[in-house]
């Protein structure tokens, strides 16, 4: 198939979106973070696995073993805030409804955080550092991170798909793409209210499976498969609180599905793919270019959940 060829820096953040001909100032102050500099895949597909890794985002290297999820399985999202990751759903062999969480400055195994109200897969995984939203096949649910619990109805996305492209800052969550079968969607929700998705725009083309990376103003999406081109190494991004469609940012070394990104606000990672199964990349969001080689991660694994904190 042809390939084309550290903490948040501020406190206090000025956001300006146009929307028609007038333009919006948005600012906040987020009271707790939802990122941060350790990086943390859990599970994957291709063996399934339990195995959790992590990274220091402002470093390059290879991931280092964190623990294990409480089961092992793939398609796993991933979401932080207050300290802790969430791995929501995923697959072995069939969908499951389990939630684990761990607390991100330790190592150690997954605890039991509670159980999705039906069993899912391939779901994309958002934060506002105090609620986590996670959006797959023609549901939104959502659960507030520093408790422990079942998932509660957050509302309805535009199109009724999975293994979509997650990125979010405090105010927004969006996602992009999506299988069975592909679309070129970019939505997008408030994350502090509920209800149902929005029209954001279009990626470059449709794409499923893709990674998802994020500073405060910048969504970057990479990778993934593209219909009807087959595996990408692209990289397109857009605005985060201006609708739009998507500009090209540069490639990837690594390409084709089962990517997934995580980010400390200023560095994105993009972790393995199906074709290149322990591969990290890195970019500087606030730039544009190709990737750089950052390491590798200590399993032969895809679609693994993602999360980052401190």
């Not at 969908?95 to 605890?111: K, P, R, S, V």
């Not at 991170?145 to 105010?171: C, D, M, V």
């Not at 599905?257 to 980010?263: D, H, I, M, T, V």
């Amino acid at each position: 198939m042809p390939i084309r060829s550290s903490r948040k820096s501020e406190t206090y953040f000025d956001f300006f979106a146009t929307s028609g001909n007038e333009a919006e100032a948005f600012d906040y102050d987020p009271p707790i973070a939802f990122t941060g500099n350790r990086g943390v895949w859990g599970g994957g597909s291709g063996p399934t696995s339990n195995v959790i890794d992590y990274v220091a985002i402002p470093t390059t290297g290879n991931a280092t073993d964190f623990g294990d999820l409480t089961v092992a399985r793939g398609s796993v999202a991933g979401a932080a805030g207050e300290g802790r990751g969430i791995f929501y759903g995923g697959l072995n062999p069939d969908a499951t409804n389990h939630i684990d969480y761990i607390t991100i400055a330790n190592t150690g195994n997954a605890t039991d955080f509670g159980d999705i109200d039906e069993n899912k897969s391939g779901a994309a995984g958002m934060s506002n550092g105090t609620r986590a939203v996670f959006d797959s096949n023609g549901s939104i649910k959502y659960l507030t991170i520093a408790t422990t619990g079942n998932t509660t109805n957050f509302g309805n996305p535009i199109e009724s798909k999975y293994q979509r492209g997650p990125i979010s800052n405090s105010i927004r969550g969006m996602v992009g793409g999506g299988l069975n079968p592909s679309v070129d969607t970019i939505e997008y929700i408030t994350i502090a209210t509920t209800g149902n998705a929005t029209d954001f725009g279009n990626l470059a083309a449709a794409n499923q499976n893709l990674g998802a990376v994020y500073s405060t103003t910048r969504a970057v999406w990479g990778a993934g498969s593209e219909t009807p081109a087959g595996n990408t190494n692209r990289m397109q991004y857009a605005t985060i609180m201006t609708t739009s469609n998507t500009t090209d940012f540069g490639d990837l070394n690594l390409e084709g599905y089962g990517c997934r990104g995580l980010s400390n606000l200023s560095r994105g990672l993009f972790g393995p793919t199906q074709n290149n199964r322990t591969q990290i990349d890195y970019i500087t969001i606030a730039s544009t270019g190709n990737a750089t080689d950052f390491g590798d991660t200590t399993t032969n694994a895809y679609n693994q959940g993602p999360c980052s904190g401190d």
